[in-house]
């Protein structure tokens, strides 16, 4: 399917100004299913806007905010390097989580208003990612949420302060939801991934759960934890995953 790919828009965020979304889609006529994907903590890199491509190609209207629009001039990508993880990891915990889902909110409105969005709407995010793609989705406009290897949601530590309300709000969730983990990712270890999944039982989340044997950020398709058939195997459970919702 041919892509438009480079569009963007500044999406007004009440309090903070403007945040730069890049938006991916089919260049067919229609209208179809959007999908905010969130980002690592290195913005808009080469990885994350392949695989932003690889959704939008399936039918969807992809939509990539910069989850560090407040601290960082529009349209800069942190390195995967030391420098620019160090820089990544110091803003996601100065950035407040009003903040965060400030941005949530602004961006599935965006992505709603869409001439090619038919209205309905999900996430997908990995890593610090996965764990916005599951704050978003308490936004009752969401459908379903696939979450990679989402960081902090066990241990209640995102944003400012390290102290968020994730696993307490889980009982909110309306949205079905997608976790893939890597069990030798040593950000959620196993008793880490045991503390969401009792929370999701606990408060009846409609949600799939899939444990792979890889590392954390075994999806980017650059680095040494990259693992090409486990990558093709996510993507097809994820598609699957929102077809079955998307119906």
Known sequence: MILHENETQDVTVPGSGPMRTHFFRPATEGRFPGIVLYSEIYQITAPIR??????AGN??????PEVYHEFEPAGTVLNYDPEGTDRGNALKFTKSVAAYDADARAALTALEEHPACNGMLGTFGVCLGGHLAYRAA????VAAAVC??????????????RSDDS?????????????VWGRQDPHVPYAGREVVRA?????????EWHEMNAQHA?????????DPALFLQSMALTLGFYRGVFV
């Open 218 to 226: 075994f999806l980017r398709d650059e680095g040494p934890r990259y």
């Open 167 to 179: 696993l307490a709000r889980m009982a909110e969730l309306k949205a079905d939801v997608m976790f």
């Open 59 to 64: 039918g969807y209207v992809v939509a990539v």
């Open 148 to 161: 990679f290897y989402p960081t902090d949601i066990h241990s209640g530590t995102l944003g400012e302060g």
């Open 138 to 141: 308490l936004d009752p406009r």
């Open 199 to 207: 929370r999701l039982e606990a408060v009846g989340v409609s949600y």
């Open 50 to 55: 392949r695989l932003a491509v690889m959704i």
